[in-house]
Each structure stands twice: as C-alpha cells, then as structure tokens.
C-alpha cells in the first residue's frame, strides 16, 4: 500500500501534538480527518472560545475537524466511521474508549513523551525534569484497554542536559516523536498493518506522571537545593512553580512569588542535617513525596527558605545548600531578573520563603 491510500485519522490538542501533524500533512500522508477536544472558553467571563493549537493547525490546511464532548456520542461515532479510516495516529489527546481506538482495521497508536513503561501519565516531560531524569525520549504504541499499557512499536532516546528547563524537552520530544509517528506509520505501510511490537514489562514503570495541579507545583524549601532546581525547572515556563513571600514579622500579607529559573551553588547553609541515606522522591497522586524524611531542619541551622542577597544575587537557604534564585514573577508583575527584583526589594533577611 502506498501512503495516500492509507487512510488516516489524528487525534490531539495541545501544540506538542501540531508537530506530528504537521510532518504527516508536509510529508504527503492522507489525514482525512482530525478529532480534537472542543473550543475552550477563555477570559474574564469565558465569552471567547479558543480552538485548540491541532485545530487551527487543520482549519488551516482544509482537513475536516471533530471535536466531540463524549467520546461514545454515537453521533460522533457514526460521523468518525465515516472516514473509513485505515489507522488512527494519536498524540497528546485523551483516554479513547474501546469502541473508537479498536474502530480502524489497522489499530490506533500513540505517541507518548516518555520512555515507557516509565513515566505513564498526562505529564510525563514535566515529572522526568522534575525527577532529575538525565535521559527521556518518545515511544509508540498500540492503544489498549488501560492507559499507557499497550504493545511498544518503537522507541527513541533524548538525553536532558542538567540546565534544561521543560520547555528545551517538550521542543526536542516535539520534534523527535514527529519523526517516530512517520516512521511508524511506514511501518504500518511496510507491513501491511502487520507491525512488529512487544508488551510493555510493567516491572520497570517506576514513576508515575499524573496530570499536574496549581498545587503540585509549591516549593518545599525543606528538601535538598539538588530536588528543589529540578523542580523549579521541572515546571518552567508553564505552569510554573511557586512559594509564598512571607514577612517574618506577619505585618503584611504573604504575596504569591513564581521562580522559573535557579542556580546551585554548592554553599552549605546548614539548614538541614542528612540523617540517613538519600531519599527516594516520586510522584504520588500528583505531589512529590518520600518514602522517607531523611532531611530535617538542623536546630542550630539557617532555616529553610530563608532569604539573603549577597553581590547583587537572590539566596534562598534549603536543607543543605544555599540555592539562587535566578528569575522570578512576583505577584502581579512580569517575569524578570532576581537582580532586577533586588533594586525594590532592599532587606530580604525580613522575609522567608514558604
């Protein structure tokens, strides 16, 4: 079979998802339909409705849009089996249940940002920077009954350098699972829908990336500097992690404080004291916990999240390390230098960051 004669649908949202699209459309594959979620209301009074990065990316090169709200409306269902389609490409969308991703003749794979079984979830680029991950990558698989879990097409590798942010690994994983989707559609070609593929060992899913909350994403100073940069750049730029400004003499309110960038600098603040061996941190329903608290504040120590400027940078003292605040967004006001910030903000001792 050639590639315009298989027919294919593609399911996605997000802009991570444009960029397989994208090189299905340039490359000559026939997308004949793509199903996305619906327009979501935006602004002040959610009056304007904003269609999604896949749907403007369509509209725009004239392929037909779906955009239902239940995935089993049998309307949509009659119109997606309209298409007649050969294959169904999914990348970054939604839990499909068995009446869609079983529909094609051919199956429906996915493209996931993550090294499975590692890392199943909704944000997996996130919680691999987070959890101080030094290689990531993308992997394809044929959808199956429970999320994540299917028979592994094929897999590539992406190395995380120790100064990216997610934004540097959700381009690269953009770009290289673009090249997986391709490459496993000709894979289906080649085959004749009959691809090669192995089950997942479900004894290496070590971690967890489930969907990630305002609340997932405040700083706990009490950790090691080392937990709390990957953190910090584990969210950064979207949707950013955060801390509580806090006067020490409680007669001003505490003011939210976004930091998207930080600096080690191996200075020991002695603000906690290693009782045991190092922790084993994971991502548990959408917080980052320890199976054991190994740091704990040292009683003659600097505590924890508290501030000083020394040479013009922002310190902030953690369980081990004073770590530098390198950017951050206080309330109200743009993103911008800690330099910058430290020209309004004279005496950073009176304040501590919780």
């Given at each position: 079979?050639?590639?315009?004669n298989?027919?294919i649908?593609?399911?996605?949202?997000?802009?991570?998802a444009v960029?397989?699209l994208?090189?299905?459309?340039?490359n000559g594959?026939?997308?004949?339909?793509?199903?996305?979620?619906?327009?979501?209301?935006v602004?002040?009074?959610?009056?304007?409705l904003?269609?999604?990065?896949v749907?403007?990316?369509?509209l725009?090169?004239g392929?037909?849009?779906?955009q239902?709200v239940?995935?089993?409306d049998e309307?949509?269902l009659e119109?997606?089996?309209s298409y007649d389609?050969?294959l169904?490409?999914v990348?970054?969308f939604r839990?499909?249940p068995?009446?869609?991703w079983?529909?094609?003749?051919?199956g429906t794979f996915?493209v996931h940002?993550a090294l499975?079984?590692?890392?199943?979830?909704a944000a997996?680029?996130n919680?691999a920077?987070?959890?101080?991950e030094?290689?990531?990558?993308v992997t394809?698989?044929f959808?199956?009954?429970?999320?994540?879990?299917g028979?592994?097409?094929?897999?590539?590798q992406?190395?995380?350098?120790?100064?990216?942010?997610v934004?540097?690994v959700?381009?690269g994983l953009m770009?290289l699972?673009?090249?997986?989707c391709t490459?496993?559609v000709?894979?289906?070609l080649?085959?004749?829908g009959?691809?090669?593929s192995?089950p997942?060992?479900?004894?290496?899913?070590?971690?967890?990336?489930p969907k990630?909350f305002?609340?997932?994403?405040?700083?706990?100073?009490?950790?090691?500097?080392k937990?709390?940069y990957?953190?910090?750049r584990g969210?950064?730029?979207?949707?950013g992690a955060?801390?509580?400004l806090?006067?020490?003499?409680?007669q001003?309110?505490a003011?939210?404080?976004?930091i998207?960038?930080?600096?080690k600098?191996g200075?020991?603040s002695?603000?906690g004291?290693?009782?045991?061996?190092?922790?084993?941190?994971?991502a548990?329903?959408?917080?980052l916990?320890s199976?054991?608290?190994d740091?704990k504040a040292?009683?003659?120590?600097?505590?924890?999240?508290?501030l000083k400027?020394?040479?013009?940078?922002?310190l902030?003292?953690?369980?081990?390390?004073?770590?530098?605040?390198?950017e951050?967004?206080p309330?109200?006001?743009?993103?911008?230098?800690?330099?910058?910030y430290?020209?309004?903000?004279?005496?950073?001792?009176?304040f501590l960051?919780k």
């Amino acid at each position: 079979m050639e590639k315009k004669n298989l027919r294919i649908v593609f399911m996605g949202t997000p802009e991570f998802a444009v960029g397989s699209l994208q090189r299905l459309v340039e490359n000559g594959y026939n997308v004949v339909a793509v199903v996305t979620q619906p327009d979501k209301p935006v602004g002040r009074h959610a009056s304007v409705l904003r269609p999604s990065p896949v749907k403007e990316y369509a509209l725009a090169h004239g392929l037909p849009v779906l955009q239902p709200v239940k995935m089993k409306d049998e309307h949509f269902l009659e119109e997606l089996r309209s298409y007649d389609a050969d294959l169904q490409v999914v990348v970054a969308f939604r839990m499909l249940p068995e009446v869609v991703w079983a529909m094609p003749r051919f199956g429906t794979f996915n493209v996931h940002a993550a090294l499975l079984p590692d890392y199943r979830g909704a944000a997996p680029i996130n919680w691999a920077v987070i959890n101080g991950e030094t290689l990531t990558g993308v992997t394809t698989f044929f959808l199956d009954h429970d999320i994540d879990t299917g028979r592994i097409i094929a897999q590539r590798q992406f190395p995380i350098p120790d100064d990216a942010d997610v934004e540097y690994v959700y381009d690269g994983l953009m770009q290289l699972g673009a090249q997986l989707c391709t490459h496993t559609v000709d894979l289906v070609l080649s085959t004749d829908g009959d691809v090669p593929s192995q089950p997942q060992q479900h004894s290496d899913a070590h971690h967890a990336a489930p969907k990630i909350f305002k609340e997932t994403c405040a700083i706990d100073f009490s950790l090691p500097a080392k937990r709390i940069y990957d953190f910090v750049r584990g969210l950064s730029p979207v949707p950013g992690a955060w801390c509580m400004l806090t006067p020490r003499d409680a007669q001003a309110p505490a003011q939210v404080l976004k930091i998207y960038k930080t600096a080690k600098t191996g200075e020991s603040s002695a603000g906690g004291a290693l009782v045991s061996g190092a922790p084993d941190y994971k991502a548990a329903g959408g917080a980052l916990v320890s199976s054991a608290p190994d740091y704990k504040a040292a009683k003659t120590g600097v505590e924890p999240g508290t501030l000083k400027a020394e040479n013009r940078r922002l310190l902030v003292a953690t369980a081990d390390e004073w770590l530098e605040i390198v950017e951050l967004q206080p309330a109200g006001k743009k993103r911008m230098a800690a330099r910058d910030y430290l020209n309004g903000f004279q005496h950073p001792e009176d304040f501590l960051l919780k």
